[in-house]
Nanobody
Framework: QVQLVESGGGLVQAGGSLRLSCAAS????????MGWFRQAPGKEREFVAA????????YYADSVKGRFTISRDTAKNTMYLQMISLKPEDTAVYYC????????????????????WGQGTQVTVSS
């Protein structure tokens, strides 16, 4: 089992930047593929980005491509989401999640493929 804790959320003006962190404990993240999802008030949880832990292949939602960068630090057992050029529509609770290494590439965007979830961190972008 793995425990995930997000941090780094906050209030930022449109055009600003934030870096979210997802620290893992209990098991090494080498055993999982990792993803970021977000949920805005009144909306369903949506995929943001994911990374295949063994080969580093990354996946992004079209809405964040070119603005968000997912990365991982194996030594620190931590995953990051660097967000730039933030927009008010990026406002949401951001969650990190872990999926089995056997998750196929085409399924990395599906929330139901992820086994473990963090508690979320709020990101608010003001206009």
């Amino acid at each position: 089992q793995v425990q995930l804790v997000e941090s780094g959320g906050g209030l930022v003006q449109a055009g600003g930047s934030l870096r979210l962190s997802c620290a893992a404990s209990g098991r090494t993240l080498r055993m999982y593929n990792m993803g970021w999802f977000r949920q805005a008030p009144g909306k369903e949880r949506e995929f943001v980005a994911a990374v295949s832990w063994d080969d580093g292949v990354t996946y992004y939602a079209d809405s964040v491509k070119g603005r968000f960068t997912i990365s991982r630090d194996t030594a620190k057992n931590t995953m990051y989401l660097q967000m730039i050029s933030l927009k008010p529509e990026d406002t949401a609770v951001y969650y990190c999640a872990a999926a089995p290494l056997t998750t196929p590439a085409q399924a990395m965007r599906a929330a139901n493929e992820y086994t473990y979830w963090g508690q979320g961190t709020q990101v608010t972008v003001s206009s």
